[in-house]
């Protein structure tokens, strides 16, 4: 087990069984609980997922990076589009009753409950969101 | 996603396995609900009792189903929902919108004639 592993796909949905398999790999043996496993996998669909979708706009030669980091108890997850990003408090709120039927809108939502931080920041190549996971479970709900 | 139906009588049982998310997993399950609702069938359940995990795109993919059999006048059912799959409904607040069922012969029975 490296400390840090990296990865690097092209914008196809196809990907994400490959993204999901090397993180499930590289977490092997750290102290997460299978419920902590899941929600990282989960979360990372997720951003894999707005990566290709909204910020390489489904351009299948845009690629998306995801590197995995071991921190201070827990690891951090980097997921770098080439999209322009875009104003997480612009988007709407999919529990709203009129959103409620969407077939979309629920991702980041998500990942804010499942993750311990979540950070969205412009970086020279394109648009890159953070992750935060810690081993021991924090009660930020 | 593995996706298996079986016919329980006038109900199909759609049984999804593995982990849910988006991509060719939603193209799968659309397709094989059309075929359903070709064939007449009105009485859906899907069963997520073998589920490992399931993402935003998931839970679209069961949205989007239960608006399509209800457009077709019919009803669809979750059943087996699992810990981490109510947790997102939760989250989402879209316990409100589907019926879950602890299994799937409840689901079966819960069906109005
Ligand atoms: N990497 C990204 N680049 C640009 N826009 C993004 C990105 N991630 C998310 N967004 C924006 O945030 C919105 C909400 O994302 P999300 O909650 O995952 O819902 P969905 O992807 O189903 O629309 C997206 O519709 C999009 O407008
Ligand atoms: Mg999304």
């Given at each position: 087990m490296s400390d840090e592993g990296k990865l690097i796909v092209p914008s196809d949905l196809a990907k994400l069984e490959e993204v999901d398999g090397f993180a499930e790999n590289w977490m092997n043996?750290?102290?997460?609980?299978k419920d902590q496993r899941d929600d990282i996998a989960i979360s990372l669909s997720e951003v894999v997922t707005n990566a290709i979708e909204h910020g390489n706009a489904g351009i299948v030669d845009k690629m998306v990076t995801v590197v995995l980091l071991r921190i201070e108890g827990g690891i951090r997850i980097e997921v770098t589009d080439q999209g322009g990003g875009f104003n997480p408090a612009l988007v709407a709120d999919p529990t709203d009753p009129e959103n409620l039927l969407s077939e979309s809108g629920r991702g980041l939502l998500i990942v804010h409950h499942l993750m311990d931080e979540v950070d969205v920041e412009p970086v020279s190549t394109g648009t890159r969101i953070s992750l935060v996971k810690r081993f021991t479970a924090s009660n930020t709900g | 996603m593995k996706l298996k139906s079986e016919r329980h009588g006038s109900v199909v049982v759609m049984g999804m396995k593995g982990k849910v998310m988006g991509g060719p997993d939603a193209t799968v399950f659309r397709d094989e609900l059309k075929n359903h609702l070709d064939d007449g069938i009105r009485k859906v359940v899907i069963d997520l009792g073998r589920v490992d995990w399931m993402n935003s795109s998931g839970l679209g993919i069961l949205i989007g189903g239960l608006t399509t059999v209800k457009n077709a006048g019919g009803e669809m059912k979750l059943a087996r929902t699992t810990d981490k799959i109510q947790s997102l409904l939760m989250i989402t607040k879209l316990v409100q919108v589907f019926s879950t069922y602890e299994t799937v012969e409840a689901a079966i029975a819960a069906f109005s004639e």
């Open positions: 043996g750290m102290p997460f609980t | -």
